[in-house]
């Protein structure tokens, strides 16, 4: 019985560059989730559609547009707030990331990297708190690695682990890892909630 990854898929280049735009902009712009995306993207790349660095390039790109730091750094946070409000967005997540950079700085926005919906507003914070933005940068570029580089992985082994060629041990390190992933996100998300209950007023 022939593997999957033994079939040879050809693909024009000018369909593979739109390819990899279309990945930039659906990371830029659309309102799915990247844990949703890139587990996809990379499967994509597991049976040879794409390439599975220039997926991640593609999709870091998309991430660290800094779109929200410029926003807040240029509006203030005044403004934001108007615009935050105009658009029915709950501020009470910016004030709770406000208090998370200015405790802890670059490692906040790093942290925020690794928490879905998170990320943008410590990113208008800190652009109101005026952060260095080769710092904002580096911090987010490596969240956002460390990060899609894990997603992108589960995507592309995790159908190897429902055929018969897969090694029995590594889906135990499989299964590991997505635990312990899940177990990072609900703690860090209870986290949150604890300390929304403190700084937001009821």
């Known amino acids: 019985l022939r593997s999957y990854h033994e079939e040879k898929i050809s693909i024009p280049l000018g369909d593979m560059l739109a390819g990899y735009l279309g990945i930039f902009l659906s990371i830029l712009i659309l309102p799915i989730p990247d844990y949703v995306l890139l587990p996809f993207y990379g499967y994509l790349s597991s049976i040879g559609l794409f390439n599975f660095f220039l997926i991640l390039v593609s999709c870091l790109a998309g991430a660290v547009a800094p779109i929200e730091f410029l926003l807040g750094y240029y509006a203030g946070s005044r403004l934001l707030r108007k615009i935050l409000d105009h658009l029915k967005i709950p501020v ?10 200015i405790s802890h700085g670059n490692f906040s926005v790093f942290l925020s990297t690794f928490v879905p919906f998170f990320y943008s507003a410590a990113s208008f914070s800190a652009g109101t ?33 429902f055929t018969p060629e897969y090694d029995y041990r590594y889906r135990y390190v499989f299964t590991a890892v997505l635990i312990s992933s899940l177990s990072f996100v609900i703690a860090y998300r209870f986290r949150i909630n604890q300390i929304q209950k403190v700084t937001v007023p009821t």
């Open 129 to 161: 708190l005026r952060m260095k933005f080769s710092s904002f940068m580096i911090v987010s570029t490596l969240g956002f690695f460390l990060r899609y580089v894990g997603l992108e992985l589960i995507g592309y082994y995790s159908i190897l682990v």
């Open 92 to 101: 009470d997540r910016l004030d709770i990331a406000t208090d998370w950079v």
